[in-house]
């Protein structure tokens, strides 16, 4: 069975950084094109990041993130990375790693919440 487990989120203030960790197994990884989705509060799904299966050469990302954060994986580690920089206080959301943009298969996610 895919089984998606995320980590390190938390508190951040404003401008801060952080780094989300999901290791994958149950599935081809590496074939596979994986994604970072979130859910602010009180609000649905929306799509941050995806990056192509093997070597991971094409990302895309959502413009409210684009240039603030980078999508990465590592295939030999069966994880994906979303790191995190120039945090706003709308970036408050629990964050999921996916199999598909839309998150209908994603891990529990991790909160990242960002406040002064």
């Known amino acids: 069975a895919v089984q998606l487990v995320e980590s390190g989120g938390g508190l951040v203030q404003p401008g801060g950084s952080l780094r989300l960790s999901c290791a994958a197994s149950?599935?081809?990884?590496?074939?596979?094109?994986m994604s970072w989705v979130r859910q602010p509060p009180g609000k649905g799904l929306e799509w941050v990041s995806t990056?192509?299966?093997?070597?991971?050469?094409?990302?895309t990302y959502a413009d409210s993130v684009k240039g603030r954060f980078t999508i990465s994986r590592d295939n030999a580690k069966n994880t994906l990375y979303l790191q995190l920089n120039s945090l706003k206080t709308e970036d408050t959301a629990i964050y999921y790693c996916?199999?598909?943009?839309?998150?209908?298969?994603r891990g529990q996610g991790t909160q990242v919440t960002v406040s002064s």
């Open positions: 149950g599935f081809p990884f590496s074939w596979s094109a």
């Open positions: 990056i192509d299966n093997r070597l991971g050469r094409t990302t």
């Open positions: 996916a199999t598909d943009p839309q998150g209908r298969t």
